[in-house]
């Protein structure tokens, strides 16, 4: 199972953005689709699905926060990702702009469609929904890296900290470490120099990109984009709880808040088979026992599924 799952959390579009982003991105496919009743929001949908392989999670709980650019996806069209096709490069530069051009329907552009020094092809847009992709055109004689990519924007208050949370997160999390680090020379301003222009990393064998930037003044983390950090068992729950929670009013229903206002879900991986049960007794009593919580107690969800 991939241990760290983004989360989107959406007015009431949960299921219509996820059959909409699997329509955009190859090899992608909507896995589960759970209605959570009598919840505060009422009743929600709850999405899993796979975008070009990679597993996200939605959700339908009323307007509470909109997404921003603080996170984007970074989306990798690398021509060795379709080596068996006739000509790789031009069917990554095809794929690249069959998906500008679906993600631009209704949404706004932040970087346009163009070359920059960085990548022959290179745009960032929000979508219909307002969730941000930055599509690039990779070069196959860099390093390969995963089709699709966090990318963490440290704005505000944030500016200057990206490569501390970078170092951070590595430190927190196994099967990490830290790639390129980048940094604003003299002359970008408002940018800091030596502040973070780009960098990248991995947590749990999944990688993630980071930037400072002090042109974006409107923007910050928020509950919009979480990150679920599967769990096998209390003990690692514990754990990353620990390691992880910052801010004590955020905490609640396995949601918190890192020192950064970034926001995960600490959650067990026997979650996952309680909320897909078809006994919606069993998934109600979960339910109620978890909105209780802030941490998650699994020998509680667990006496409460199986009607103890």
Same mark, same amino acid.
């Not at 924007?153 to 470490?177: C, H, I, P, W």
């Not at 002090?214 to 390691?243: L, M, P």
């Given at each position: 199972?991939?241990?760290?799952?983004?989360?989107?959390?959406?007015?009431?579009?949960?299921?219509?953005?996820?059959?909409?982003y699997?329509s955009?991105?190859?090899?992608?496919?909507?896995?589960?689709?759970?209605?959570?009743?009598?919840?505060?929001? $009422?009743? !929600?949908?709850?999405?899993?699905?796979?975008?070009?392989?990679?597993?996200f999670?939605s959700?339908?709980? &009323?307007?509470l926060?909109?997404? /921003?650019?603080?996170?984007?996806?970074?989306?990798?069209?690398? +021509?060795?990702?379709?080596e068996?096709t006739?000509?790789?490069?031009?069917? =990554?530069?095809?794929?690249?702009?069959f998906?500008?051009?679906?993600?631009?329907?209704g949404?706004?552009?932040?970087?346009?469609?163009?070359?920059?020094?960085?990548?022959? #092809?290179?745009?960032w847009i929000?979508?219909?929904? $307002?969730?941000?992709?930055?599509?690039?055109?990779?070069?196959?004689?860099?390093? +390969?890296r995963?089709?699709?990519?966090?990318?963490?924007?440290?704005?505000?208050?944030?500016?200057?900290?990206?490569?501390?949370?970078?170092?951070?997160?590595?430190?927190?999390?196994? /099967?990490?470490?830290?790639?390129?680090?980048?940094?604003? &020379?003299?002359?970008?301003?408002?940018?800091?120099?030596?502040?973070?222009?780009?960098?990248?990393?991995?947590?749990?064998?999944?990688?993630?990109? =980071?930037?400072?930037? =002090?042109?974006?003044?409107?923007?910050?983390? /928020?509950?919009?984009v979480?990150?679920?950090?599967? !769990?096998?068992? *209390? *003990?690692?729950?514990?754990?990353?709880?620990?390691?992880?929670?910052?801010?004590?009013?955020?905490?609640?229903?396995?949601?918190?808040?890192?020192?950064?206002?970034?926001?995960?879900?600490?959650?067990?991986?026997?979650?996952?088979?309680?909320?897909?049960?078809?006994?919606?007794?069993?998934?109600? #009593?979960?339910?109620?026992?978890?909105?209780?919580?802030?941490?998650?107690?699994?020998?509680?969800?667990?006496?409460?599924y *199986?009607?103890?």
């Amino acid at each position: 199972m991939q241990k760290i799952v983004p989360h989107l959390w959406f007015d009431r579009e949960a299921k219509e953005a996820a059959e909409f982003y699997t329509s955009v991105f190859p090899e992608s496919s909507i896995e589960s689709a759970v209605v959570l009743r009598d919840t505060p929001s $009422g009743d !929600c949908d709850v999405m899993t699905f796979k975008l070009w392989g990679h597993r996200f999670m939605s959700i339908s709980a &009323g307007p509470l926060f909109k997404f /921003n650019p603080s996170v984007s996806f970074m989306v990798n069209f690398d +021509p060795l990702l379709f080596e068996g096709t006739s000509s790789p490069d031009e069917e =990554a530069r095809k794929r690249l702009d069959f998906a500008w051009e679906r993600l631009s329907e209704g949404g706004k552009v932040l970087m346009p469609l163009d070359e920059y020094p960085f990548s022959k #092809r290179y745009g960032w847009i929000q979508d219909r929904y $307002g969730l941000s992709w930055q599509l690039i055109l990779t070069d196959p004689a860099g390093d +390969p890296r995963p089709s699709i990519m966090p990318s963490l924007l440290f704005v505000g208050d944030n500016v200057g900290r990206a490569e501390e949370a970078v170092k951070y997160y590595a430190s927190t999390f196994n /099967n990490a470490k830290v790639g390129s680090i980048h940094h604003y &020379g003299p002359g970008q301003e408002p940018d800091k120099e030596d502040s973070v222009m780009f960098s990248d990393f991995v947590i749990e064998n999944q990688w993630f990109t =980071a930037m400072d930037s =002090a042109r974006v003044r409107d923007a910050g983390f /928020n509950e919009a984009v979480s990150f679920i950090v599967n !769990c096998k068992d *209390q *003990q690692e729950i514990d754990f990353y709880w620990n390691a992880l929670s910052a801010v004590p009013e955020a905490e609640q229903c396995g949601w918190l808040k890192d020192k950064y206002g970034l926001s995960w879900q600490v959650v067990p991986v026997a979650m996952d088979a309680m909320m897909n049960d078809p006994d919606e007794s069993r998934k109600a #009593r979960v339910v109620e026992a978890f909105m209780k919580m802030k941490k998650f107690d699994l020998a509680t969800l667990e006496k409460a599924y *199986q009607g103890g």
